[in-house]
């Protein structure tokens, strides 16, 4: 015998017959370990997820939310207490539908991995998402896995830094072609009065002298136009950050129009219609920026117009808002409109309606940066069909 | 030994309490139950009867009867096997000594995995067993009751005792009925065994008040009605067996047993016989040879086996074991070694007592025991 036993193991004093209790208890210990062992991976699965900065949700097939990461619960507290029941579009969509092109669907639908990029209001404010939706198979169901990274910094950043490099070229051209032109301008100009000057010494022929002396003034008169045009191309060629300094709307709106005429008068069934307030008090603010925004809304109301003609009609009036005095100037054209479902879209940073070529959607939300900064408001009034007009407010005080 | 331990399972005792299988099965928590049993009892109709009472109550089966006279190791560990893939939860084994000890076996491996062998020895055993049912279709064996499992281990040609208390069944129903379907051989056999358990557990250096009550009652009814159960298996006859042989079980479960016994593994392991057989050629040789050792019970043994005391303490000692071996005597079994062992084979004897001193049964033995002892008294009884 291998294992010798003793008179005490025959006894046995120590042992019994180990019953289901012994079992039922050993059991339940081992799972107790096991137990401890799965909340602790659990645990540690859920602060990695937590330790993502991106939202993170994972959908079922009909995009309820089956589980969030911290970051979601952060930036929607209100969902922190019922997470029962909610779809990712109620949240993100603010519909009762999935979104149009939502990147969860075509994941489930296509079985692979979708990146998409969309914006959605939250809080009133745009964001811009980058979002991965990936397909998993979960306990034998199927799911979605959603991440959404917040790209709006970085497209504003890049957005402002596209309008600065644009305004900069800009800037160099107008600067180069004003000094180019000035120089040809002053000689024409001098030799333009020199002529006048010595008309007076022509005896005779007074038919040829009176045409002369038409001449000669048309040149001098064209040349202050020229003149005109160089120091306004020079305005907006100043620099992004410019100074702010006493600013008069209406000045703004006459510049502007100057160098928009060739523009306007091409769309020859295009009518232009000016119904200014010449007691306009002046604003404190940047003319360049200001005449900026100016002609983004001029060119918006021209090209609504493109084909159809009609009016476009400027006009400017002294205002109060909030009880603070300030100026207000709406641009109104007669064009297509804007239909509802792209109104709230229409400050967002590359929203456009345009053909490709003709604009990138900057536009209006640089205006919408603009006026901001100016401590401003910008509004829109549309009917579809009928026209638009963008009205925007500034305030007269410095901000 | 101050302090003693009694332990034994629940008993179900009487004509009849076959019939209470299904309640226990239900009791013990069983869905699926693993049935042991062997060909002679599925041939006797026990089987069958047996699992229309299981099916009738909603109990799913899995049926294992790959079982010999002396289990050997790697029936149990197949039997294990097929517990496992069975899914079963109950074991539940109607036999001999050989069936139950095999369900044993199949109940220590299902739950603690390995070989057999790794269990041998006393209290190796660390896991629950699933629950054990045991039904007994003879009278002898007290393995329905015991804290013993002996399995023959193929490769080393021994018997290896695994004791534990854990291998006590949960319940053990004893039903006379089931003896009537035995042989006259099988009676005795049994019966004889269970002469040994008792006479061996009462001479057990371990031994209690409570075991030598049971050992004496034992010796005196299987005397009693060994006669007339093996001529003509009178159901009274077969139902004193029966309570006798389960006091034997009793008695050395708690008492364990003796050299005798030990030898008797070390035989039956070596040549294959069937265990009962050599307990007739043994018993009193034994008993002479611890005479010196345990005079005053073999004394109390002698005024059971007489019905009297016969002159002084060694006087009635050796007349008790006389009258026994007349009794062997009349019972038309093989008294002498030579009967059950070739000559051509004595030789391997020597080997034989040296593994029997090795048996954890020696160490109750009132005698210390060697090897050369044990070879001395093969020779007394050749």
Redesign the interface.
Same mark, same amino acid.
């Given at each position: +015998?291998? #294992? *010798? $036993?003793? %008179?005490e &193991? %025959? *006894? /046995? %004093? &120590? @042992? /019994? #017959? *180990? /019953? @289901?209790y012994? $079992?039922l208890q +050993?059991n339940m210990h081992r799972l107790e370990i096991i137990n401890d062992q799965l909340q602790q991976s659990r645990a540690e699965i859920q602060t990695i997820l937590d330790g993502l900065t991106d939202i993170m949700l994972v959908l079922n097939d009909q995009l309820e939310i089956i589980r969030a990461n911290r970051v979601f619960y952060t930036q929607f507290p209100e969902i922190e207490g019922q997470r029962e029941g909610w779809h990712c579009y109620q949240i993100f969509g603010n519909a009762d539908s999935p979104c149009e092109n939502c990147p969860a669907v075509a994941a489930l639908h296509t079985d692979s991995t979708v990146h998409s990029s969309q914006i959605h209001e939250i809080d009133g404010t745009f964001r811009h998402f980058d979002i991965i939706a990936t397909p998993l198979v979960l306990g034998g169901t199927r799911r979605v896995q959603i991440f959404y990274r917040d790209v709006t910094r970085d497209k504003q950043l890049q957005a402002k830094y596209t309008e600065a490099e644009k305004m900069a070229t800009v800037g160099v051209l107008a600067a180069g072609v004003a000094h180019e032109i000035n120089n040809p301008l002053a000689a024409i100009q001098g030799f333009a009065e020199g002529l006048k000057r010595r008309m007076g010494r022509i005896k005779g022929e007074e038919d040829v002298l009176a045409d002369f002396r038409e001449y000669t003034s048309t040149i001098l008169s064209e040349c202050s136009r020229c003149r005109n045009i160089v120091r306004n191309l020079l305005s907006f060629s100043r620099p992004v950050a410019a100074r702010r300094s006493s600013t008069d709307i209406n000045r703004c709106i006459r510049d502007t129009l100057f160098i928009l005429k060739n523009h306007i008068e091409e769309q020859c069934s295009i009518q232009l219609e000016l119904d200014l307030d010449e007691k306009l008090p002046n604003i404190h603010g940047d003319e360049s920026q200001l005449k900026q925004v100016i002609i983004n809304l001029c060119t918006n109301a021209i090209d609504a117009m493109s084909g159809m003609g009609g009016r476009v009609i400027i006009s400017s009036a002294r205002t109060k808002k909030n009880g603070t005095a300030g100026v207000e100037f709406t641009i109104r054209d007669e064009g297509c409109g804007i239909s509802p479902q792209h109104r709230e879209k229409l400050f967002e940073p590359f929203f456009t309606t345009k053909t490709v070529g003709k604009g990138v959607g900057i536009g209006l939300s640089t205006c919408y940066t603009i006026v901001a900064s100016h401590n401003g408001e910008i509004s829109v009034k549309s009917t579809p069909g009928k026209g638009a007009a963008f009205t925007v407010y500034l305030p007269v005080e410095a901000p | 030994m101050n302090i003693t331990k009694f332990a034994i399972p629940e008993i179900i005792f009487g004509r009849g309490s076959f019939r209470h299988v299904a309640p226990c099965a239900q009791r013990l928590g069983a869905r699926r139950i693993l049935l042991v049993s062997e060909e002679g009892i599925e041939q006797a109709g026990w089987v069958d009867q047996l699992r229309q009472m299981l099916s009738a109550e909603g109990f799913e089966q899995a049926y294992y009867s790959n079982v010999s006279s002396n289990p050997r190791d790697f029936q149990i560990e197949e039997g294990a096997r097929f517990y496992r893939e069975q899914k079963a939860d109950v074991i539940l084994a109607i036999g001999g000594g050989s069936t139950l000890d095999t369900a044993k076996g199949i109940a220590i491996i299902a739950s603690n995995g390995g070989k057999i062998s790794d269990y041998e020895g006393a209290n190796q055993v660390h896991n629950p067993l699933p629950p054990m049912l045991f039904i007994t279709t003879t009278a002898g064996s007290g393995s329905d009751v015991s804290q013993f499992c002996i399995v023959t281990s193929v490769e080393r040609q021994v018997k290896m005792a695994i004791i534990s208390r854990t291998l006590i069944p949960n319940i053990s129903i004893i039903d006379p009925l089931l003896l009537t379907t035995i042989s006259r051989t099988q009676i005795i056999y049994s019966a004889v065994d269970a002469i040994a358990h008792a006479v061996e557990a009462y001479l057990s250096i371990i031994s209690s008040p409570l075991t030598e009550l049971h050992s004496l009652r034992a010796v005196d009814k299987i005397l009693a009605a060994l006669p007339q159960a093996a001529e003509n298996k009178s159901l009274d006859a077969m139902e004193v067996l029966s309570s006798a042989s389960l006091s034997a079980g009793i008695a050395f479960s708690n008492a364990s047993l003796g050299s005798e016994h030990a030898l008797a593994h070390s035989l039956g392991g070596h040549f294959d016989m069937p265990h009962g057989v050599v307990h007739p050629i043994l018993l009193p040789a034994f008993m002479r040879y611890n005479l010196d050792f345990a005079e005053k019970k073999l004394a109390r043994l002698g005024e059971v086996i007489l019905n009297h005391r016969q002159g002084n303490d060694r006087e009635t000692a050796l007349a008790g074991i006389a009258r026994l071996e007349e009794f062997f005597g009349t019972l038309g079994v093989s008294t002498r070694l030579r009967d059950e062992i070739p000559p051509e084979k004595r030789d391997l004897l020597k080997e034989v007592c040296q593994m029997a001193v090795n048996d954890a049964c020696t160490l109750t033995n009132p005698r210390p025991t060697s090897a050369h002892e044990l070879l001395t008294l093969c020779g007394e009884v050749w």
């Open positions: +015998m291998r #294992k *010798i $036993a003793s %008179l &193991d %025959l *006894i /046995g %004093l &120590d @042992h /019994g #017959k *180990i /019953g @289901h012994e $079992a +050993m | -």
